[in-house]
């Protein structure tokens, strides 16, 4: 039951999009045309997504460890 | 004593106006809900996604990679000014036809309570289109203008004008002025004035033809027509083609109009600043597109401050407003002699065709001599005569049943209901609660058509018209 109200949901959820992008007044072609240009820009951007995120905080990350980690020495020096 | 009768009258004036409560004597809820943003936004993705395949449709039949199946100039016409190029045919090529099997389905049958419609399919995405030749029966009709139920097949409308049309035939073949006028003519436009409570009358065969061929009758160079934005057609055609000067108010915004009051008796005509020879206020009882009613004792409290004449035009509301049906007028319990032109037609609540104007004797006995419509055109069918008058007798109780006060009840009631409940679904429905007309907002395109099929399937007629879905309330029978 669980499975069959989820599986209606997603196909409600699937009719709404073609009805906002009106791909459901598309001919055949034209929609494979749109959800191939559409599939391709999510993969790209998922893509870009999954190799340049993680370097991205990393570096974030550093960038503010360096900030703090500047006063944290600055103030030791004073105990010193 | 004159001078404190006058002051005493002018001081009663100045109450009717300024305190506006008093003008109306029944609660006035009229709105026009703002469209949601993310509704908005969606909206034009849908259109941008279409109109870029519009382009690159448009370039492929450029180029010859596709057949272009919408009308083109010929070979030797392609040096000539374009035809095709604007925005409009663009927007007719490539979204329109996408959607345009929603609308303009023919039906085969009395457009009653249900309504039959041949089945209709398209093989090449709505360029062309064929009968199957199945006939969907009992649909639900929401889309004519059959407000009180009185174009049937069956029932006293229809006798009386069968019998009529046994006895008189269906054709005129003359103008109202020449062979045209029937006796029949004669006891429609009594009945008329009679019913709208006015002196006189006079019936046209067409309403279109009723607002077109009877403005420039009353109205010329030298005149003033004040005119609401969302006029209808025939309306706008008659201010334009009888010569006047237009101006245009905000759609119900009766601080406009007094603005542009004012400003005609102050400035006067443009160059010569001499006074306008009549001002005509144009408006309408209730406005098809948007389903808001006027606000009628505004505008007459505005007309006789200012001493211009108005001209009502009932399509919609004649029949179908009021407690017994009489119109807009009624509805706000005024008389019917503050409106100097009293317009309607008989397309609408009495099922039949034509329209009529009713006001002062002296104004009906002009337009019989100086109308276009008296003059050229054909007179209306007798049958149709017989059936504008069964029903206007059966609305009026005078055929000693109170069917019709009880369709004219059963209708405000439906409306109330209707509005309602689309309320309550969550609907976005423009114009004022009493109102017939019921225009419900869709927005993007692509649900236009999904709905118009949709209800189709589960068996609802509905009239679509672009970005609108205009269900027009039907009396429900049991």
Not at chain 1, 26 to 32: A, H, Q, R, T, V
Not at chain 2, 38 to 43: G, P
Not at chain 2, 164 to 193: F, I, P, W
Request: glycine share 8%.
């Amino acid at each position: 039951m669980d499975i069959k109200s989820l599986k209606n949901y997603l196909y409600w959820l699937y009719c709404q999009f073609e009805l906002i992008t009106c791909s459901y007044l598309m001919e055949p072609w034209e929609k494979l045309l749109f959800y191939t240009f559409n599939i391709t820009m999510l993969v790209m951007v998922l893509y870009t997504a999954y190799i340049f995120v993680p370097v991205h905080i990393s570096t974030a990350f550093q960038f503010f460890l360096h900030l703090l980690g500047n006063q944290h020495e600055n103030t030791v020096s004073l105990v010193k | 004593l004159k001078n404190v009768n006058e002051m005493l009258n002018c001081t009663k004036f100045v109450n009717q106006i300024v305190h506006n409560g008093g003008l109306y004597k029944r609660p006035f809820n009229e709105a026009f809900e703002e469209t949601p943003m993310l509704v908005a936004v969606l909206t034009y993705v849908g259109y941008g996604v279409l109109t870029l395949f519009g382009y690159l449709r448009d370039f492929m039949r450029q180029w010859k990679i596709e057949k272009c199946q919408n009308a083109t100039e010929r070979a030797e016409q392609k040096d000539f000014v374009p035809l095709y190029q604007d925005f409009e045919n663009f927007y007719n090529r490539n979204l329109y036809t996408r959607i345009r099997d929603s609308w303009n389905r023919p039906i085969c049958s009395v457009p009653g309570a249900k309504v039959d419609m041949m089945e209709r399919v398209s093989h090449d995405y709505n360029w062309t289109f064929t009968y199957t030749g199945r006939v969907i029966k009992d649909i639900i009709n929401m889309g004519s203008y059959n407000y009180l139920g009185f174009a049937q097949k069956a029932g006293t409308c229809q006798e009386a004008a069968a019998e009529v049309l046994s006895q008189y035939g269906a054709g005129v073949c003359s103008t109202r002025q020449e062979m045209g006028n029937l006796d029949k003519h004669e006891e429609l436009e009594e009945l008329v004035a009679r019913f709208l409570g006015v002196e006189s009358a006079m019936a046209y065969g067409m309403g279109f033809a009723t607002n077109s061929m009877n403005i420039p009758a009353l109205v010329g160079k030298g005149c003033l027509i004040l005119s609401d934005e969302l006029n209808h057609a025939s309306l706008v055609l008659g201010a334009r083609l009888s010569g006047a000067t237009i101006r245009i108010f905000k759609h119900n915004n009766m601080q406009s109009l007094e603005k542009l009051l004012k400003d005609a008796i102050v400035h006067g005509q443009p160059r010569t600043r001499r006074p306008w020879k009549k001002i005509l206020i144009l408006v309408e009882g209730i406005y098809s597109m948007e389903g808001s009613i006027v606000r009628l004792p505004e505008v007459i409290a505005l007309k006789k401050k200012y001493k211009s004449y108005l001209y009502l035009d009932e399509a919609h509301s004649i029949g179908a407003l009021g407690p017994s049906g009489r119109g807009v007028v009624e509805y706000f319990g005024l008389s019917p002699e503050d409106v100097d032109v009293m317009m309607g037609t008989f397309t609408k609540s009495f099922g039949a065709a034509g329209g009529y104007i009713g006001g002062k004797k002296e104004l009906i006995d002009y337009l019989r001599t100086y109308s276009h419509s008296a003059v050229y055109a054909t007179s209306l069918s007798p049958p149709v005569v017989e059936q504008v008058i069964t029903s206007m007798k059966c609305i009026m109780g005078e055929d000693g049943t109170t069917v019709g006060k009880a369709r004219v009840q059963q209708l405000a009631e439906n409306t109330r209901y209707f509005r309602r409940r689309l309320k309550e679904m969550g609907f976005i429905i423009y114009g004022n609660e009493d109102s017939p007309v019921v225009p419900l907002m869709l927005y993007m395109p692509g649900s236009n058509f999904t709905t118009t099929c949709h209800v189709l399937k589960i068996g609802l007629f509905v009239f679509s018209f672009y970005l609108y879905v205009k269900c027009i309330y039907v009396l429900k029978r049991s």
